[in-house]
């Protein structure tokens, strides 16, 4: 939080700290980009985390009803690779979102996820350090 300085002489210290407050508040996301990433990582992991769920019925549906012998490594794999693409959405969920508050971006929002891959790449890795 920004305080006042104690005394009139003090400008110097009083700028610091206007500095480190206004970069305090650079360093938080506005809500209209998290909205956006939210979105995003709504349809990104929930559209396979769907497909994964129900086909775990479909499976059933073909070894009870239908008689068919389906094995059991089949489901095991289809669930990896759908469960894996939603895990893998929350990412893609939060890069392909456009960043700019300005800008609501593109559909699919390739074009906004090469810009900040290497960002977000930078920031896992490199521990926010500029």
Known sequence: MKRKSSSPNDDD????????????????IPEVVTNRMMRRMGFSVGIPLAFGLLFFPFFYYLK???????????????????????????????????????????????????RNWPVFWQSLWGGGKK
């Open 13 to 28: 210290d009083g700028e610091e700290e206007e500095e480190e407050y206004e970069s305090e508040n650079d360093s938080t």
């Open 64 to 114: 009870v009803v239908s008689k068919i012998d389906v094995p059991t490594w089949i489901p095991f794999i289809v669930s990896f690779f759908f469960f894996g693409s939603a895990l893998l959405g929350v990412s893609y969920g939060i890069v392909s979102a456009s960043w700019d508050p300005l800008r609501e971006g593109s559909l699919l929002g390739w074009n906004e996820a090469r």
